[in-house]
């Protein structure tokens, strides 16, 4: 017979019986059987479902237990068996057997392994596509960037790391902890994340990049070639290299065609940033 603050459809409120009459802000003071009165912070309060052996709280509701086989995240409370191992409720047997990874469907024993253990290929592991890296499952895939080139992961660690690159590459620290291989470039060539990819010849489309043309210049939009360079083009063109007769953003012009970039306007003699 009260207003509650808060709405039947907000979280905690749908089994509330009574809200406090005479406040502005009328919290739940009461809550329906099965239910519990649950101060979510200081003041605020609502209705948590009282759970049983068969379910397992998650918010303020309740939800089964999920049989052997069932999806899990992790969390044991959400199985029946008590166990959630790689993503799936174990049997009771393969909560006896210790197992560390249990199967959808079943929840029996998984013969894969898991992050840090030996393998012998990268089906041995347990997860998508995990790379088997010296006989030992890493923590990345192997389409993971930089794992391509990785010959050794590191053993007995749930966040297995690449130890060791193949010949040709470098062990990379991508943030604290974290490891890849990283290809070596040589004077034909310019990294690009982990990879190195070819330079491009006189005219070949760049963005912005010396690195990324032979000429070691690319000015806009294009490698230039070793004349354009000696010459100190602003900007060169494709498919030759050679300096453009268009004029840069704030130099002179006398028409719109005279200014590079797409539509870029001409106005009292000046090619402007905008079109």
Known sequence: GVCCYERRSDF???RCTQCEAGNSYSQCT???SGSDLYERMIGWTACKEQCNST??????????????????DGDDDQCLSG???????????AVSQSCTICVSGTGSCSTQKS??????????????NKKCAGGVCCYERRSDFGMERCTQCEAGNSYSQCTQCASGSDLYER?????ACKEQCNSTTYPNGYDCYAKGNAGASCDGDDDQCLSG????????????VSQSCTICVSGTGSCSTQKSIGESCS???DCYGWNKKCAGGVCCYER
């Open 217 to 228: 210049s690319c000015k806009g939009g294009y490698c230039c070639s070793d004349t354009a």
């Open 255 to 257: 028409s719109d065609s």
């Open 175 to 179: 943030m604290i902890g974290w490891t």
């Open 115 to 128: 992050i840090g253990e030996s393998c012998s290929s990268d089906s041995d592991c347990y997860g998508w």
């Open 30 to 32: 009461q809550c329906a």
């Open 55 to 72: 379910t397992y709280p998650n918010g303020y509701d309740c939800y089964a237990k999920g049989n052997a086989g069932a999806s899990c």
């Open 12 to 14: 905690g409120m749908e």
């Open 83 to 93: 166990s959630c191992k790689g993503g799936y409720c174990c049997s009771d047997t």
